[in-house]
């Protein structure tokens, strides 16, 4: 049997960094067995669902590499079905209408709660005859859930997980307004979509129970679930906005890169003994549940912030100048050429694409305007004629010149190094002066040079 996941968001708001590691484990469950993943928007939430919101979840996955195999299904499309469905189970005697009021509802919870019990509804619809139903109420539609023994969940996480059926109450399926519940759209969708495996947070563990006695009704293969902790600040509470960033755009604007993030996430909840560093091919590889773990696990931005820099230095140059150009603005060819030559060393010393971006101001503005004190200027004539003569302008040449003039005149290689980096970009932190000198290429660094000498 084809192995199928899905990742179903709610689009009232961004993707929020929780749903995107649920999206990335499912998709990887399914790249790894060679199945497929799908895409479900659950917006039956019409107030608070919005055309931003989707754009916002497809942009956020796109970014994160993670791809949809069919189209994405829209929840709202699908609600004639669900209703469809409720009243199949009514016909068969598995559901039945509900007329209890409002205030019989709240009766009932006010005195449970007097009794010290649950609030929960006390089936006196389930077997009466609606014949009896009073005048002016809408009914809603309400599951037989069993009265006796055990609904049994083997989670591939959580293991072997139960709950008596007398502690379920008979949930709703469809409410009086004519539309389908959470509980009734989650299943029929998953049924008809075919999903076979379902890796979500362990928030939905209750909810699992119930979705259990909706497949049981309908006779249908309940999928296998793991329910996975939830995302813990470095505190060890909630991840909540006072930890950070929630929504995965957010880290896309504090220029980490997606392969970083989805390394991190992916660090979050499953293990592979004690690698850190975690490429996407190789997490397809390796991705199973077997290495999911029970857990809650903490979004450590220390961590994130040193794997951006690993994969900083490892990305192709041209991609990272394809980065960098939007957050720059326009400028010509020419600085986009020196921008490529020096993206070896500006990547080095830049552990996210802010930091890059403004490193690379040392290539893109006009010379700083230095000035020399006396002995800064003498360097400053050694270093010229070593400069205006050399035809052989690369980093390895320029380095044994310039080191062989220090050493020839009494002068140590830092303090040319140090002269030469305040001429060249009038900076403390900046790649190597032989990056800024290849660079800027032999035109340019002349003329900088000869700037600061006024």
């Given at each position: 049997m084809e192995m199928i996941t899905r990742f179903a968001p709610s689009p009232t708001g961004f993707l929020h960094i929780g749903g995107a590691r649920t999206a990335l484990f499912n998709w990887l469950l399914a790249r790894h067995y060679g199945g497929k993943f799908l895409l479900r928007i659950e917006d039956t939430d019409r107030e608070r669902s919005t055309p931003e919101a989707v754009d916002a979840i497809f942009s956020g996955l796109k970014w994160l590499g993670i791809d949809w195999d069919e189209e994405p299904v829209f929840q709202s499309s699908r609600l004639d079905r669900h209703v469809e469905l409720a009243k199949k189970l009514v016909a068969e005697r598995k559901a039945y209408h509900c007329y209890c009021s409002a205030e019989e509802l709240s009766s009932m919870r006010q005195e449970a709660k007097s009794r010290g019990k649950s609030p929960r509804y006390d089936r006196r619809w389930r077997d009466r005859d609606p014949a009896d139903a009073p005048a002016g109420i809408q009914p809603v539609i309400r599951l037989k859930v069993p009265l006796e023994g055990t609904t049994i969940?083997?989670?591939v996480v959580q293991g072997t997980v139960d709950v008596a059926n007398d502690q379920l109450d008979d949930m709703i399926l469809v409410r009086s307004d004519g539309t389908p519940t959470f509980m009734l759209s989650v299943v029929a969708d998953?049924?008809?979509m075919g999903v076979t495996h379902v890796i979500r947070g362990d928030d939905h563990l209750t909810n699992t129970f119930r979705h259990i006695q909706i497949y049981n009704a309908f006779n249908w293969n309940v999928p296998q679930y793991?329910?996975?902790?939830?995302?813990?600040?470095?505190?060890?509470?909630?991840?909540?906005?006072r930890h950070g960033a929630l929504g995965i755009e957010a880290y896309r604007d504090m220029g980490y890169l997606p392969e970083a993030v989805c390394n991190c996430l992916l660090r979050l909840g499953w293990s592979h003994g004690d690698d850190e560093i975690?490429?996407?091919?190789q997490a397809i590889q390796w991705f199973t549940t077997d290495n999911l773990g029970k857990s809650a696990s903490q979004l450590d931005f220390a961590k994130l912030l040193n794997l951006n820099g690993y994969y900083m230095r490892e990305a192709d140059d041209q991609r990272l100048l394809e980065e960098l150009l939007p957050l720059v603005g326009n400028v010509s060819d020419e600085i986009r050429q020196r921008l490529l030559r020096g993206m070896n060393g500006l990547k080095q010393r830049s552990k996210t694409l802010l930091e890059l971006r403004d490193l690379s101001y040392i290539y893109i503005n006009p010379p700083p305007d230095s000035k020399l004190d006396l002995d800064s200027r003498v360097v400053w004539g050694i270093i010229i004629q070593v400069l205006e003569f050399e035809e052989n302008w690369s980093e390895e040449n320029l380095e044994k010149e310039l080191r062989t003039a220090a050493a020839e005149n009494g002068f140590t290689f830092a303090r040319v190094a140090q002269v030469l980096r305040s001429v060249l970009s009038d900076r403390k932190i900046t790649p190597s002066v032989f990056d800024m000198l290849v660079s800027f290429g032999k035109n340019e660094s002349l003329q900088r040079m000869r700037a600061a000498f006024r």
């Open positions: 969940l083997q989670d998953d049924h008809d793991g329910h996975i902790p939830l995302i813990h600040g470095a505190d060890g509470a909630k991840l909540s906005k975690i490429p996407q091919d």
